[in-house]
């Protein structure tokens, strides 16, 4: 069975690369993993070195270079409006609150339809309708899953160029402990140095061959 093993996000995707599509919701995409078959019946494993989310548009590089288009699955969803907009945007920070999945459009919030949601709908004063259809909800501002580029290409050259930077940061730790240490017992020789200068002295002038009058 071939395997997938890299996300390629959707504004990298070659069409004349895409050899199937598999329609995925909301869950399946985030977390991919075990056996797909897709849409034309080409069966393949997600096996990718590191997780993470799908998105509507992105594709799954199989080993020989073909690609498997991601498609959002419809799902039941509830369809959420508001007499104003300040109800809308206040459900919408509730939700988030909430850690409850939400897509946002100019007038109108989608969430997975579950009772315990449309009665969090009904709290804020909004209505919700059931429908179904695809479901993209908005990501986290911190996740960076959802860039342009190669997701297998990017963490390599991120691994690379963190390694070397930990690698010249010990180094510089190392000789600055070094330098310290040098320095510190370079002081301590001169500090005993000076005790003794100051101790041989001490007895030139007090000792039992002193000639001056104390």
């Known amino acids: 069975m071939s395997r997938a093993t890299t996300i390629v996000r959707r504004a990298a995707v070659r069409p004349d690369r895409v050899a199937d599509t ?18 034309g019946g080409l069966a393949f494993e997600v096996a990718l070195a590191k997780a993470a989310a799908l998105e ?3 594709a799954l590089r199989l080993e020989d270079g073909r690609l498997v288009a991601i498609r959002a699955a419809a ?10 907009p300040a109800r809308l945007t206040r459900l919408a920070w509730q ?6 999945p939400a897509e946002i459009a100019a007038d109108v919030l989608y969430v997975p339809a579950s009772p315990a949601n449309a009665e969090l709908v009904r709290g804020q004063g909004c209505t919700a309708s059931p429908v179904s259809r695809a479901f993209r909800p908005e990501r986290a501002a911190h ?21 070397h930077d930990h690698g010249h940061d ?9 330098h310290d240490h040098a320095e510190a017992h370079d002081h301590d020789k001169a500090h005993d140095h000076d005790k003794a200068h100051e101790h041989g ?7 039992p061959g002193c000639n001056h009058d104390h």
């Open 22 to 39: 598999v329609s995925l919701d909301h869950a399946a995409r985030d977390a991919a993993s075990g056996s797909l078959v897709g849409e």
């Open 95 to 100: 939700l988030g609150g909430n850690h409850v």
């Open 170 to 178: 010990h180094g510089h730790g190392h000789d600055h402990h070094g």
């Open 143 to 163: 996740d960076h899953s959802t860039c342009g580029h190669d997701h297998s290409h990017d963490h390599q050259s991120h691994d690379h160029g963190h390694g």
């Open 56 to 58: 509507d548009g992105d």
């Open 75 to 84: 799902e039941d969803l509830l369809e959420v409006r508001a007499e104003n």
């Open 201 to 207: 002295h001490h007895e030139h002038v007090h000792g």
